[in-house]
């Protein structure tokens, strides 16, 4: 079975995922952007979620994890928690 390895910052706006993303893109490391801002537990540990299968998370998530390609920051991604930065970091089928 497909499984992945990713890190994610959630936040409230799409605007403040746009922002985000733009500061990764100009150097910030995304682990100090999820410590500094994620609402998510993960957060704590550089946005990291471990290891998961596909229908573990969400589906918009799953839709991003398993199909985008590795270290590369993709997002703004809406789901009912609110807007994620997504960085898939291993995947094996």
Known sequence: MAKASARHILVDTEEQCNTLKQQIADGTAF???????????????????????????????????????????QGPVKTQFGYHLLEVTSRSD
């Open 31 to 73: 682990a100090d952007l999820a410590k500094q801002h994620s609402s998510c537990p993960s957060g704590a540990s550089g946005g990291e979620l471990g290891e998961f299968s596909p229908g573990m998370m969400v589906k918009e998530f799953d839709e991003v994890v398993f199909s985008a390609p590795l270290n590369e920051v």
